[in-house]
């Protein structure tokens, strides 16, 4: 204001002073309203632009809803004519079609004659470019009315499954769910037979959760969004649905979720995280290898349309009609339809308590409620409409008078002519539901309360009571919200509403006209699709881990002459428990393991995070090596006794680590701890699963400060935390146990050690020749498994375990098969691809070494078996992929010292520089190796099988080789048998040397 004006306001009377203050008032008012077009206006034409940017991303979108934009309408003569609906979804639409083709898919909501259909189809093209969907009036029944509005549409809003009615009990029906796949299978067919490769598919609501899936399956790339037009129900209430992972599942299909709310898709994250037991982000969630985005998008509605109505001069000769019928009465509006949700009884009794309370408003107060009938076939509905209709004449009945009635109850639809013009003349919105997806009645409102040419104004703008259990409440911030279960609250709300200041009116409609007039259906539709083409564009398609071809593994094994198998034990052999000892194996895995591990071409090594005397119990009898709490202790099966890898390992630790584990443990229902020899492990299977992983991520903090300087590490594994030895893991025990292998020498004594060699294989008394570095490190090896292993190759039958003997020679393994389920395997994945690359690079460089020197005898084991590496140059086995390895090789044992070796041994003086031979590596150059990951997780695996029984599958297969491969070896050595006996030996020919 100007100086001037300022000034005189301090010499005005009071009277004066409240008039100048009120002109201010209105002339801030104004400009406001003219900065809000200005911004509108601006911001308008960001979305412009936005749309713009967005059309040539989007050749086609199919639209797939339940219902078509259409009402097919049957004449008396037959003739089929059809009606463009209006609703929600139609609308959003409108603003966008000039930007891109639609293709709408959906059902017609009736049953079609089958020789109707083909002419039917091709009209729907040409005409509207909508596709139909048939559907019997019999699965329309179990699918539409049965599975989608009897189960979804309660449990979605709340209200639980009933199982007892008064006619009985009330059961789930699987019928209902199998006709709800049918149906969404149908729908997959129809949008399969007119998709592109550049068309993006948008799905709607809950009729069509399985759509994504069936889509999914068919084209793998497709590109799918799905939104939800109503709420998501919290966890605790959506798990109560028998087919809930099912319905989980199928959404996950799709690229993007898109849902009205942020409480909404933090209810569906929430169910995913407990029901199917994954981690998920705000962003969204990860499940069986393809990450699902989550977004927020909150309808709105076209405020044109709505000013459009209003310029009409039949809706303006309309509202000064009303303002001349309820003239010195203040006027609220309800509009709903008669559902439970909408709170239609709670909306009467808060007015009802707000008239008893305040007599003063009895004859100054008119409710309008327009109540549209809806499914009035359905038992619960009837009920309900016969409520409304008694609780409106009690109330009517106590406080209406011979001139007016308190409550004007519409209960049919009216023309959307009519609406407009008692949502202008209306002082106040009503909005009690009890659970709402959006609610745009209150968008609709807040547009018409503008000021129309030649209509007397009312006193400020009208004032929007909204239920706090609508979804529009967290969008409408200008809004009087409140609980409608609370009537006390209601009835003071009322009263409040119809006694605000002009002023605050003005303020609060403002507020909420900027944001319905900014976020339009339009701006809903370009929003969501905006987000839906960057997610496609920007995600990078993940091929996942490629299924496990079973005939191929199977021709691997049985073409090997030498195999190493290794395996996870818990959720890999056994299902994963919640307690150690429930994990035992069943006798289906103990006998194709010990077949497996009987054939003499395979080393079966079975690697667990479970206590020794676990592994002992349940697998100590078969030929298997065996490895206990993921790697710190292992044993081979001629070993005795445990070999560990950390000897003297201090675990002193466990005194600071326990009592921070016993914290979390009290405070935290269903978990425990396991103490084992060289670890400590907090279970949490059991516990709350968001509860149970933050507690695991805040201890994993608070030990992370106290064991810095301790050579520990924190594991976060399947539900589990463990703290445990730097160096036990599983790829450190399979290293130790593969250089324990090829340690096995060519001679034994007595006892099965392996002799150091004489130098050169000289004679007593003959100088010794000069030892090649390979023979060195073949000594040190020996020397090495002697002073760990003497006494301890053969088991003594003082504890029951059978003697298996240590195979003669080292063999060259051709045939690896490594399969684990969790994080704590990817080690031994590495591991395997470092080791078959090392092996590559060394028979390449003994290849490159060799050029100019004589061809050698071939090198065979005992059996025959070849172990020269193959002469053509070295491909890349079936199986194994490009991972980074972690550079592992077979190094010396880290109990041995080198210096002092050397001084003891001048032998060992090193010698001028030569290739390693590549016959002293454990895997063959070729060997086929595959590292196999149960579940479709993100992996260092090459392969995945899908579940337990994939495995035991392959497991099968290989024992069945072994079983056939162990029975023609009998077969031939019983007829060689039978043919020496019956044969006369030639005794010239009998070489005794």
């Given at each position: 204001l100007p100086a001037t004006d300022v000034a005189q306001l301090g010499s005005d009377t009071p009277d004066e002073l409240a008039v100048q203050e009120q002109a201010i008032l209105a002339s801030i008012q104004d400009l406001q309203r003219q900065l809000l077009e200005v911004r509108t206006a601006e911001e308008g034409d960001e979305d412009d632009a936005e749309a713009d940017d967005l059309g040539p991303d989007i050749n086609r979108v199919l639209v797939v809803a339940n219902r078509l934009p259409l009402t097919m309408i049957r004449g008396d003569d037959g003739e089929v004519t059809f009606r463009m609906s209006s609703g929600g979804l139609v609308t959003a639409l409108q603003g966008t079609k000039l930007e891109m083709e639609f293709v709408w898919i959906g059902w017609l909501g009736a049953e079609v004659p089958e020789e109707e259909q083909p002419a039917l189809t091709a009209r729907l093209w040409e005409e509207h470019r909508c596709v139909p969907v048939y559907i019997t009036e019999e699965l329309a029944a179990k699918f539409y009315n049965g599975f989608s509005n009897d189960v979804l549409w309660p449990l979605f809003h709340y209200v639980p499954l009933p199982m007892y009615k008064g006619s009985g009990e009330k059961k789930f029906d699987m019928s209902l769910w199998h006709a709800y796949k049918t149906a969404n299978d149908l729908f997959a067919q129809v949008v399969m037979d007119i998709y592109e490769s550049d068309d993006y598919i948008w799905v709607h609501d809950y009729h069509l959760m399985q759509l994504p899936r069936e889509l999914r399956s068919r084209r793998e790339r497709c590109r799918i969004a799905w939104f939800l037009h109503t709420p998501w129900p919290s966890s605790e209430v959506y798990r109560i649905l028998p087919v809930r992972k099912a319905l989980l599942e199928g959404l996950l299909c799709a690229d993007l979720l898109g849902f009205q709310t942020y409480d909404y898709a933090r209810h569906f994250l929430s169910s995913c995280s407990r029901v199917l037991e994954v981690d998920s982000t705000p962003r969204g969630v990860e499940y069986d290898n393809h990450f699902t985005a989550v977004g927020v998008f909150p309808i709105g509605i076209d405020p044109e349309f709505i000013s459009g109505l209003l310029n009409k001069a039949n809706v303006q000769d309309r509202i000064r009609e009303l303002q001349e019928t309820f003239a010195g009465r203040k006027l609220i509006l309800g509009v709903d339809r008669v559902d439970y949700i909408k709170g239609m009884p709670h909306k009467l009794l808060g007015l009802e308590l707000f008239l008893t309370q305040h007599p003063e408003w009895r004859e100054k107060v008119t409710l309008i409620q327009v109540g549209v009938p809806s499914r009035t076939s359905v038992e619960e509905y009837q009920a309900l409409a016969n409520h409304v209709n008694e609780l409106v004449g009690r109330i009517n009945g106590n406080f209406g008078t011979l001139e007016a009635s308190p409550i004007h109850y519409i209960n049919q639809s009216i023309s959307q002519e009519e609406l407009v013009a008692i949502y202008n003349v209306a002082d106040a919105c009503l909005v009690t539901s009890v659970r709402d997806g959006m609610n745009l009645v209150s968008h609709e409102y807040v547009a018409a309360q503008t000021n129309v040419p030649g209509v007397t104004q009312k006193d400020g703008p009208g004032v929007l009571i909204l239920s706090e259990f609508a979804g529009s409440a967290q969008c409408l911030s200008g809004a009087l919200r409140v609980n409608p279960w609370n009537t006390q609250e209601l009835a003071n709300t009322i009263a409040s509403a119809l006694s605000l200041s002009p002023r605050e009116k003005e303020l609060r409609h403002q507020k909420l006209t900027r944001y319905v007039k900014l976020h339009t259906a339009s701006y809903w539709a370009r929003s969501l699709l905006s987000d839906f083409v960057e997610i496609c564009q920007t995600k990078p398609h993940k091929t996942g881990l490629p299924l496990l071809q079973k005939d191929d593994v199977l021709e691997a094994y049985r073409s090997a002459k030498k195999r190493l198998i290794i395996s996870d034990y818990d959720g890999t052999l056994t299902t994963l428990q919640s307690l150690p000892q429930l994990a035992t194996p069943s006798h289906t895995i103990t006998s194709i393991l010990d077949v497996i591990a009987r054939d003499p071409k395979n080393t079966l090594l079975i690697i667990s995070g479970r206590e020794r005397r676990f592994m002992d119990t349940w697998l100590g009898r078969l030929r298997?090596?065996?490895?206990?709490?993921?790697?710190?202790?292992?044993?081979?099966?001629?070993?005795?006794?445990?070999?560990?890898l950390c000897s003297d390992v201090d675990v002193t630790w466990k005194k600071v680590v326990r009592p921070i584990m016993e914290y979390f443990e009290e405070r935290t229902p269903g978990t425990y701890i396991e103490d084992k020899d060289s670890s400590l492990t907090w279970h949490y299977r059991d516990a709350d699963p968001h509860f149970g992983s933050w507690q695991a991520k805040d201890m994993q903090m608070h030990m992370e400060d106290v064991l810095t300087n301790l050579p520990l590490e924190i594991l976060q594994g399947n539900k589990v935390l463990e703290v445990r030895h730097r160096n036990a893991n599983k790829s450190t025990v399979l290293e130790a146990v593969l250089t324990r292998l090829v340690s096995i020498g060519n001679e034994t004594n007595g006892a099965g050690v392996p002799q150091p060699p004489t130098a050169g294989g000289a004679e007593a008394g003959e100088a010794s020749a000069p030892r090649t570095i390979a023979e060195d490190e073949e000594l040190v090896r020996n020397l090495a498994k002697k002073s760990q292993s003497d006494g301890q190759l053969h088991a003594g039958a003082d504890d029951g375990k059978p003697a298996f003997d240590m195979p003669l020679a080292f063999e060259q393994v051709d045939f690896v098969f490594c399969v684990g389920d969790d994080r704590s395997d990817e080690d031994m994945f590495y591991y395997l691809k470092s080791l078959y690359t090392e092996a590559q690079e060394a028979h390449a460089e003994h290849l490159y070494s060799d050029v100019d020197k004589a061809p050698e005898t071939p090198r065979t084991s005992e059996s025959g078996t070849s172990l020269e590496p193959l002469t053509a140059s070295p491909q890349p086995a079936v199986g194994v992929g490009s991972g980074l390895g972690l550079g592992l090789g077979l190094g010396l044992p880290s109990e041995m010292n080198l210096a002092a070796m050397d001084m003891q041994h001048p032998v060992m003086s090193p010698q001028p520089a030569q290739p390693a031979d590549p016959r002293t590596r454990p895997l063959h150059a070729q060997a086929k190796v595959y590292t196999v990951h149960l579940g479709a997780d993100n992996?260092?695996?090459?392969?995945?099988?899908?579940?337990?029984?994939?495995?035991?599958?392959?497991?099968?297969?290989?024992?069945?080789?072994?079983?056939?491969?162990?029975?023609?070896?009998?077969?031939?050595?019983?007829?060689?048998?039978?043919?020496a006996s019956q044969s006369v030996p030639d005794l010239k020919s009998v070489n005794y040397d």
């Open positions: 298997v090596g065996l490895a206990a709490e993921h790697g710190s202790y292992y044993r081979l099966p001629w070993d005795v006794d445990w070999q560990t992996s260092a695996a090459d392969f995945r099988v899908d579940n337990l029984s994939e495995l035991r599958r392959v497991l099968k297969g290989f024992a069945k080789i072994s079983e056939v491969e162990a029975q023609t070896a009998e077969d031939k050595t019983r007829a060689s048998s039978v043919h």
